[in-house]
Nanobody
Framework: EVQLVESGGGSVQAGGSLIVACTAS????????MSWYRQAPGNECELVSS???????YYEAPVKGRFSIALDNAKNTVFLKMNNLKPEDTAVYYC?????????????????????RGQGTTVTVSS
């Protein structure tokens, strides 16, 4: 059974930094594609960044240049490092990966589905 657990959310002022983590069991990130999504209050679930198992990384435009992904194979954990945070980055952040049972869920429904299984970590950025 694949389980993913997010951690590391918190509150920070605009311009600050946070690191959120996604720790997996049942898969290894060096053999599984993974993605970070987020959902702000009143907004749709949106893709933040993706990392392919071979290491290719993609960032959505709103976070490119400010966010970065790092993989710790020993801990089977992917870190999302967020710099120069803005109030519009305030959201619940979720991770998803291959074989976690979410492949058939539409992107706009993904955050709700992941939240329903107890996933997510909250990031709050104040102005």
């Amino acid at each position: 059974e694949v389980q993913l657990v997010e951690s590391g959310g918190g509150s920070v002022q605009a311009g600050g930094s946070l690191i959120v983590a996604c720790t997996a069991s049942g898969i290894t990130f060096d053999h599984s594609d993974m993605s970070w999504y987020r959902q702000a209050p009143g907004n749709e679930c949106e893709l933040v960044s993706s990392m392919a198992s071979e290491g290719n990384i993609y960032y959505e435009a709103p976070v490119k240049g400010r966010f970065s992904i790092a993989l710790d194979n020993a801990k089977n954990t992917v870190f999302l490092k967020m710099n120069n945070l803005k109030p519009e980055d305030t959201a619940v952040y979720y991770c998803t990966a291959e074989h976690d049972g979410m492949a058939s869920v539409r992107d706009r429904d993904l955050c709700d589905a992941l939240g329903a299984r107890g996933q997510g970590t909250t990031v709050t950025v104040s102005s």
